[in-house]
Nanobody, 120 residues
Framework: VQLQASGGGLVQAGGSLRLSCVVS????????VGWYRQPPGQPREWVATQASGGAKNHADSVKGRFSISRDYAKDTVYLQMDSLRSEDTAVYYCHAVLRIRNGGTPRDYWGQGTLVTVSS
């Protein structure tokens, strides 16, 4: 199983970026997908999650500015980031909870991270 994230880059404050993460490999189902981020010198923090049924949750710090979505056919999860601020600068990691086989225990998988830099 691989999670391949892309879409990071340098953007001015107030701008937008869309991150993508493709989940590939042999697995039975995706229980949840999400995004985390790690600002420079700080611990990793949760950003957003979308459950298999579609329910979405976002951290208060990004609510109203970021939006998680998922393309079920492509096994791809997105993070639309608008009104970016300097404090959004971080390495962003995609996360998925997968069942490798029917009835298997859900397990956590992580992407490699993509850097988002917001200049003020």
């Amino acid at each position: 199983v691989q999670l391949q994230a892309s879409g990071g880059g340098l953007v001015q404050a107030g701008g937008s970026l869309r991150l993508s993460c493709v989940v590939s490999g042999n697995f039975y189902s995706i229980a949840a997908v999400g995004w985390y981020r790690q600002p420079p010198g700080q611990p990793r923090e949760w950003v957003a999650t979308q459950a298999s049924g579609g329910a979405k949750n976002h951290a208060d710090s990004v609510k109203g500015r970021f939006s998680i979505s998922r393309d079920y056919a492509k096994d791809t999860v997105y993070l639309q980031m608008d009104s970016l601020r300097s404090e959004d600068t971080a390495v962003y990691y995609c996360h998925a909870v997968l069942r490798i086989r029917n009835g298997g225990t859900p397990r956590d998988y992580w992407g490699q991270g993509t850097l988002v830099t917001v200049s003020s």
